[in-house]
């Protein structure tokens, strides 16, 4: 029996598409909002639908795409069977079994386009699937949440970074500009490690390498030179300096309120100026370019796609500002917007998707 490829990426992403929903309707009642419930622990598996579910399945059906291998796709399908069995609320063992299994690919994914391609950001790569493997071996030995959470932050944030650096190619860095990236890396990862030991020290370190690496990105990276250009471009480049930002912002909330990575609002900041600030930055700013890749289908960019961009920042803002003032209203209020910029995102979309059809 012949398989459609097409067909089974798009089953995919609707996966995908699954865990994002169901890890904003667990984020939503998170904070304080009143929605019905499967179940009364759906809360906790926020973080696995969003991280090992939406984030693994996307960049794992990215990754095998580009590799063109079958057996990379087990990636976003261990990611994708992982969601859904943590949606059934069987033990953490299964779950994490699968999550482990898709990262331990996604490690071998790099390692096989190092081997084509002998390159720097394939070892940056490497790490981002290395740092998630270690969050998804925790999380499968029951280790709490907050210990996990600094390896998931960093699966994504050395993905971007990894891409970012491979970009910048281009501009030819000198040697000391390379080593800085390094560094900022290699301090992000000191930071990472340590947190099994003392984890206020850890997130400190960690915080400095995330701002460091954070600066190199505002510096280096190729956004000034496309924020000039009318339509993709700069709607491209707005969305990655505005991540870059919240990414900085991120790491200094990590500097400055390490004592506090457990639990509590400070905490809602440390983790969503990095997941929502930087990543979904990313997201919003790729979408028009890796969803065609991935699907084959149109996706033109419109005007449009700034609102969700401009919902997802002031509501940021919003929670952020009431996440460090101690202050709830504007913290669920910012956290409702949020939601309600990534779900704009879906709509706006599928709608741009639908009006290219029709022409």
């Given at each position: 029996?012949?398989?459609?490829?097409?067909?089974?990426?798009?089953?995919?992403?609707?996966?995908?598409?699954?865990?994002?929903?169901?890890?904003?309707?667990?984020?939503?009642?998170?904070?304080?909002?009143?929605?019905?419930?499967?179940?009364?622990?759906?809360?906790?598996?926020?973080?696995?639908?969003?991280?090992?579910?939406?984030?693994?399945?996307?960049?794992?059906?990215?990754?095998?795409?580009?590799?063109?291998?079958?057996?990379?796709?087990?990636?976003?399908?261990?990611?994708?069977?992982?969601?859904?069995?943590?949606?059934?609320?069987?033990?953490?063992?299964?779950?994490?079994?699968?999550?482990i299994a898709a990262s331990i690919l996604l490690i071998a994914v790099f390692i096989a386009?190092?081997?084509?391609?002998?390159?720097?950001?394939?070892?940056?790569?490497?790490?981002?699937?290395?740092?998630?493997?270690?969050?998804?071996?925790?999380w499968f030995g029951g280790a709490a949440m907050f210990m996990v959470v600094p390896w998931?932050?960093?699966?994504?944030?050395?993905?971007?970074?990894?891409?970012?650096?491979?970009?910048?190619?281009?501009?030819?860095?000198?040697?000391?500009?390379?080593?800085?990236?390094?560094?900022?890396?290699?301090?992000?990862?000191?930071?990472?490690?340590?947190?099994?030991?003392?984890?206020?020290?850890?997130?400190?370190?960690?915080?400095?390498?995330?701002?460091?690496?954070?600066?190199?990105?505002?510096?280096?990276?190729?956004?000034?030179?496309?924020?000039?250009?009318?339509?993709?471009?700069?709607?491209?480049?707005?969305?990655?300096?505005?991540?870059?930002?919240?990414?900085?912002?991120?790491?200094?909330?990590?500097?400055?309120?390490?004592?506090?990575?457990?639990?509590?609002?400070?905490?809602?900041?440390?983790?969503?100026?990095?997941?929502?600030?930087?990543?979904?930055?990313?997201?919003?700013?790729?979408?028009?370019?890796?969803?065609?890749?991935?699907?084959?289908?149109?996706?033109?960019?419109?005007?449009?796609?700034?609102?969700?961009?401009?919902?997802?920042?002031?509501?940021?803002?919003?929670?952020?500002?009431?996440?460090?003032?101690?202050?709830?209203?504007?913290?669920?209020?910012?956290?409702l917007l949020n939601t309600l910029a990534i779900l704009l995102f879906v709509v706006n979309?599928?709608?741009?998707?639908?009006?290219?059809?029709?022409?």
């Amino acid at each position: 029996m012949n398989i459609n490829p097409a067909r089974v990426r798009f089953v995919l992403i609707g996966l995908a598409g699954i865990s994002l929903l169901a890890g904003l309707w667990a984020g939503v009642v998170r904070m304080g909002w009143s929605l019905p419930l499967p179940a009364p622990e759906f809360v906790l598996v926020h973080g696995p639908l969003m991280v090992v579910g939406f984030l693994g399945t996307l960049i794992g059906l990215e990754r095998a795409v580009a590799l063109q291998r079958w057996w990379a796709y087990g990636i976003p399908l261990f990611s994708a069977l992982a969601a859904l069995s943590v949606l059934f609320a069987p033990p953490a063992q299964l779950p994490a079994s699968l999550a482990i299994a898709a990262s331990i690919l996604l490690i071998a994914v790099f390692i096989a386009l190092y081997r084509q391609y002998p390159s720097e950001h394939f070892i940056i790569m490497a790490l981002s699937a290395a740092a998630w493997s270690v969050g998804n071996i925790l999380w499968f030995g029951g280790a709490a949440m907050f210990m996990v959470v600094p390896w998931w932050v960093g699966f994504p944030v050395f993905m971007i970074a990894g891409e970012r650096l491979e970009l910048s190619r281009l501009r030819r860095p000198p040697p000391l500009v390379r080593l800085s990236f390094q560094a900022s890396i290699l301090v992000m990862l000191v930071g990472m490690a340590y947190s099994s030991f003392d984890v206020p020290a850890a997130i400190r370190l960690a915080g400095f390498g995330i701002f460091a690496l954070a600066l190199w990105l505002l510096r280096y990276d190729l956004v000034w030179q496309s924020v000039r250009q009318p339509g993709l471009p700069r709607f491209m480049a707005l969305c990655l300096i505005a991540g870059y930002v919240w990414l900085a912002l991120g790491g200094i909330l990590w500097i400055g309120f390490a004592q506090f990575f457990s639990a509590g609002p400070r905490y809602d900041a440390m983790l969503h100026a990095i997941f929502l600030g930087f990543v979904f930055s990313m997201i919003f700013a790729h979408a028009p370019i890796i969803l065609p890749t991935i699907t084959g289908v149109a996706l033109p960019f419109q005007r449009i796609f700034y609102l969700h961009v401009a919902l997802l920042h002031a509501g940021l803002l919003l929670r952020v500002a009431g996440d460090i003032g101690l202050a709830l209203s504007p913290q669920r209020w910012g956290g409702l917007l949020n939601t309600l910029a990534i779900l704009l995102f879906v709509v706006n979309n599928v709608r741009a998707v639908r009006r290219e059809r029709k022409l």
